[in-house]
T-cell receptor, first 113, second 110 residues
Framework: SQTIHQWPATLVQPVGSPLSLECTVEGTSNPNLYWYRQAAGRGLQLLFYSVGIGQISSEVPQNLSASRPQDRQFILSSKKLLLSDSGFYLC????????????FGPGTRLLVL | GIQVEQSPPDLILQEGANSTLRCNFSDSVNNLQWFHQNPWGQLINLFYIPSGTKQNGRLSATTVATERYSLLYISSSQTTDSGVYFCAVPPTDSWGKLQFGAGTQVVVTP
């Protein structure tokens, strides 16, 4: 069966520090991968999605970037965190196209101080 | 882009009560999903239901695609049903992406 992992689970970082969040999927090949952010417990916002290694599409201009160095690995990064980057970051995967279900990881809670 | 509206925004239920959550969307879709986010933040897939009716235990969902809405029914609610319920649909110009509604916060009291 497929599983999705995210780490770290929680993170407290000072403003201006770098960020690296990791997401890995097991049990499937060539998944579509997604990064979402959730602020204040509601409203998930899609940040990035990837249909293959090295293929990243950005949905929202921002202080963040994403990379997919391996088929089942998706990384969310920032060179300098802002206060507004605080939130709950969720990684998701799916296979196939628009008719396929997305499955979410446990998330990373980021607090920027 | 497609608009997704959920109602009510908040719902307080006594254990054992039934309830209906609604999701309206502004354009035709070929995919609709319902999720439950538990108090620890985990998003759990409930239904993939682009049309018709599905049931899973005490939960059921109905989507009327021609009228652009979906309903989620919770019967005999339990405290473990507490959390936020989201519906999500793909924008018409999207590929694999989902547009989420703002969610319904459900609190089930003993």
């Amino acid at each position: 069966s497929q599983t999705i992992h995210q780490w770290p689970a929680t993170l407290v970082q000072p403003v201006g520090s770098p960020l690296s969040l990791e997401c890995t999927v097991e049990g499937t090949s060539n998944p579509n991968l997604y990064w979402y952010r959730q602020a204040a417990g509601r409203g998930l916002q899609l940040l990035f999605y990837s249909v293959g290694i090295g293929q990243i599409s950005s949905e929202v201009p921002q202080n963040l970037s994403a990379s997919r160095p391996q088929d089942r690995q998706f990384i969310l990064s920032s060179k300098k965190l802002l206060l507004s980057d605080s939130g709950f970051y969720l990684c998701a995967w799916s296979v196939g196209g628009v008719k396929e279900t997305q499955y979410f990881g446990p998330g990373t809670r980021l607090l920027v101080l | 882009g497609i608009q997704v509206e959920q109602s009510p925004p908040d719902l307080i239920l006594q254990e054992g009560a039934n309830s209906t959550l609604r999701c309206n969307f502004s354009d035709s879709v070929n995919n609709l999903q319902w999720f439950h986010q538990n108090p620890w933040g985990q998003l759990i897939n409930l239904f993939y239901i682009p049309s018709g009716t599905k049931q899973n235990g005490r939960l059921s969902a109905t989507t009327v695609a021609t009228e652009r809405y979906s309903l989620l029914y919770i019967s005999s609610s339990q405290t473990t049903d507490s959390g936020v319920y989201f519906c999500a649909v793909p924008p018409t110009d999207s590929w694999g992406k989902l547009q989420f509604g703002a969610g319904t916060q459900v609190v089930v009291t003993p």
